[in-house]
């Protein structure tokens, strides 16, 4: 019964660390979700998506307990007119990144569940077709005027 439970003990770990040591095949970094006014109940958030792989990664939508839905937006200029259009998913290329940024690919943040100031957190969760998601911690800002700001998380 020994060598059975040493034999187990031993595979269990072995599934473990692997899992433990595997790589990582998502990054996402600069995230920041801009101040809105108190009563506004559409926010807009920011970040850079870079897939570590050596495959197309495909993300099927970013959702936040901050708010009551998130959806990801394209901004596209017709007839000198800007228009937000829904993207319903966002493919990341083999070993390349997508940054969503004002005046780009966007988040768009619905019905805050509660007030959001410059320095509070919302928390962001990146969902992928394969059932991988990411969730990070994101910073409330005001805009800057310079809207090349890098905040890593």
């Known amino acids: 019964m020994n060598v059975i439970a040493t034999l187990l ?3 269990l770990f072995m599934v473990i660390s692997g899992s433990a040591l595997a790589a990582p095949t998502m990054d996402v970094t600069d995230g920041w979700v ?8 559409v926010l807009a958030g920011y970040m850079q998506i870079s897939n570590l792989t050596d495959a197309d990664l ?4 970013i959702t936040s307990p901050d708010f009551d839905s998130a959806e990801l937006h394209r901004t596209v200029v017709e007839e000198g007119v800007a228009r937000m259009l829904p993207v319903p998913e966002l493919t ?12 780009g ?10 007030p959001l100031l410059q320095g509070d957190s ?11 998601c ?12 310079d809207e090349s ?4 998380h």
């Open 9 to 11: 003990g031993g595979w």
């Open 34 to 41: 801009r101040e809105a006014p108190p009563t506004s109940r």
């Open 58 to 61: 495909t993300v099927t939508g």
């Open 92 to 103: 990341i290329p083999a070993a390349g990144s997508v940054l969503l940024e004002p005046g």
């Open 105 to 114: 690919l966007h988040l768009m943040l619905f019905d805050p569940v509660r």
């Open 122 to 132: 919302v928390t962001l969760v990146v969902h992928r077709s394969d059932d991988i």
């Open 134 to 145: 990411v969730t990070l911690s994101v910073p409330v800002l005001r805009s800057t005027g």
């Open 149 to 152: 700001v890098h905040h890593h």
